[in-house]
């Protein structure tokens, strides 16, 4: 299909049904909390009107303004931005305790906050997620269903397609993010299904070849071990909650991932896309790692953004992710630069610094914080996913026994 033809409101409702019967499951009785860029409410009210013809009991959207937040950054003390207030935090935590299911909607001017205080963002998410620790913790441990998705707003299109006028390069964008989730295909919801499963293969193989550690290499001068943790899980697009119900964390999704052993990631990684970290771009880095933590990197822009993501805690030093993408993606072909994580992480393989996803690990969900670390799972108070793979990535599988195996060839899976 051309996007010259392609018109959204044809499309639209089969999107958020696919959210929310296939990557959600709502059903009677469920409450669901949508996480929204105010520029999407339009995305947001079909959203609830569906989430109510599905059968939920409650629906509670939560509007984010980059244009406020920006003004609150440049005007605002440090004392202020860091002091979260409580019911905002028992906010969260009600609704986490209540069970609630939570979509949000990733949708955000990548130049947002281009020029603020780089002490002033640091310290303000730093204090929020020490706030939120509790409620983030027990999210990334999958206690409740929840879903990132996309939707296409005017600063984001715009910057993903400078060269379109602005509502040209927004239905441009919701064509992008239509295709990534293979909604033109005859039968969405079966070829999600059946790709989730091809997924799953990867996951089951991964599994049980037992990997001591992954080596990577690339032509951009990548050359990584990532040692794996006794008990690894690399999971694919479905998972499942603390009630035993199914659902998708990530729509799109291309991934199978899981964490790495903390101690044990040493050499030099490259990133190979930009990463958009809090409405600033970090481009071109690297990160050089021994036993496990960074002791040097660099970055041709953004970096003393890098610098906060890594001064974060200790735990932010490290990785908490490794993730496997297929270079030959829906999202990878399409040769679009999103300026957004949900997108490029499809696209390419990459890490995350920082915690580590307990259900990455045997068992790991009904441990405690110095149990998962003593199994070699970090931990810390952010997460932060970025791209390192290409056309030219190549990844090596290597038992305890020293026997190797090619999983990557030319960026993509060879198993």
Not at 311 to 318: L, S, V, Y
Not at 367 to 391: A, C, P, Q, W, Y
């Amino acid at each position: 299909m051309d996007y010259k033809n392609f018109k959204v409101e044809d499309y639209i409702e089969k999107y958020v049904e696919l959210i929310l019967k296939v990557g959600l499951k709502i059903k009677n009785g469920d409450k669901l909390v949508v996480r929204c860029p105010i520029e999407a409410r339009d995305f947001a009210v079909e959203c609830t009107r569906k989430a109510y013809e599905l059968g939920a009991g409650e629906v509670v959207v939560d509007y984010r303004d980059q244009l406020i937040s920006r003004l609150k950054y440049e005007n605002e003390s440090l004392d202020v931005l860091t002091d979260i207030p409580k019911h905002k935090v028992d906010k969260e935590n009600y609704y986490m305790e209540k069970k609630a299911k939570y979509l949000s909607v990733t949708g955000s001017d990548p130049d947002a906050f281009k020029g603020v205080d780089a002490e002033k963002l640091f310290k303000s998410n730093l204090a929020n997620s020490k706030a939120l620790r509790d409620f983030s913790a027990k999210m990334m441990a999958n206690y409740v269903s929840w879903i990132v998705v996309g939707a296409s707003i005017p600063s984001w299109a715009t910057k993903v397609f400078p060269d379109l006028e602005e509502g040209e390069a927004v239905r441009r964008l919701w064509f992008e993010i239509f295709n990534s989730v293979r909604l033109f295909e005859e039968d969405p919801i079966k070829a999600l299904e059946n790709h989730v499963d091809n997924l799953n293969r990867y996951s089951k193989f991964l599994n049980e070849a037992k990997f001591e550690k992954l080596i990577y290499k690339s032509k951009k001068g990548t050359d990584l071990e990532v040692g794996l943790p006794k008990g690894y899980i690399f999971a694919g697009a479905g998972d499942v909650n603390s009630d035993g119900e199914e659902f998708i964390a990530n729509m799109p999704s291309e991934e199978v991932f899981s964490a790495p052993r903390l101690d044990g990631v040493n050499g030099k990684v490259y990133s190979t896309l930009p990463l958009n970290y809090n409405g600033n771009l970090i481009e071109d880095f690297y990160l050089v790692f021994k036993d496990g933590e960074v002791v040097d990197y660099d970055a041709k822009a953004g970096k003393e953004y890098l610098k906060n993501i890594l001064d974060t805690d200790e735990g932010a030093k490290r990785l908490g992710e490794v993730a496997l993408v297929s270079y030959n993606t829906p999202i990878s072909m399409r040769k679009v630069l999103f300026y957004n994580t949900l997108y490029d992480e499809n696209a390419s393989c990459h890490f995350a610094l920082g915690k580590s996803y307990p259900t990455c690990l045997e068992g790991g969900e009904k441990l405690s914080i110095e149990e998962l670390k003593e199994r070699g799972m970090n931990d810390s108070l952010t997460h932060v996913d970025f791209m390192v793979g290409d056309e030219t990535t190549e990844i090596i599988g290597v038992k305890e026994n020293g026997d190797q195996v090619q999983i990557f060839k030319e960026g993509n899976f060879v198993i």
